[in-house]
């Protein structure tokens, strides 16, 4: 059996998928074309398959913003420069995340 990196989800997770772009002029995209390609592009690198993300959470905001909300390192030095990004994190799903 092969190791799994620390974090990955086994292939029978329920999974949520969290997006957070963050541009500085005008978006490059709608949100949903951001969120699609990049659950695409994690299938075999944080999950095993896309089906397993039963819980997406979307947003998009211009920088500077304020908004207040946790950060961690990386996610406050990619606010402070000078380019759009995005922020994303898999977790494993217990609820149904619109009901939280």
């Given at each position: 059996?092969?190791?799994r ?11 949520v ?6 541009y500085v ?5 709608d ?14 690198v944080?999950?095993h398959d896309d ?6 959470i979307?947003s998009?905001r211009?920088k ?6 946790p950060?961690?390192a ?27």
């Open positions: 059996m092969e190791a990196p620390t974090g990955q989800a086994s292939s029978f997770d329920d999974l998928l969290r997006v957070a772009y963050f002029y005008a978006p490059a995209a949100l949903d074309n951001v969120a699609k390609p990049l659950q695409d592009a994690l299938k075999g944080a999950f089906i397993q993300v039963v819980d997406l979307a998009m211009r500077g913003v304020s908004a207040r909300m950060m961690r990386v996610l406050a030095g990619a606010l402070g420069g000078g380019s759009d990004f995005v922020y994303v994190t898999v977790d494993r799903t217990t609820a149904i995340e619109v009901f939280r």
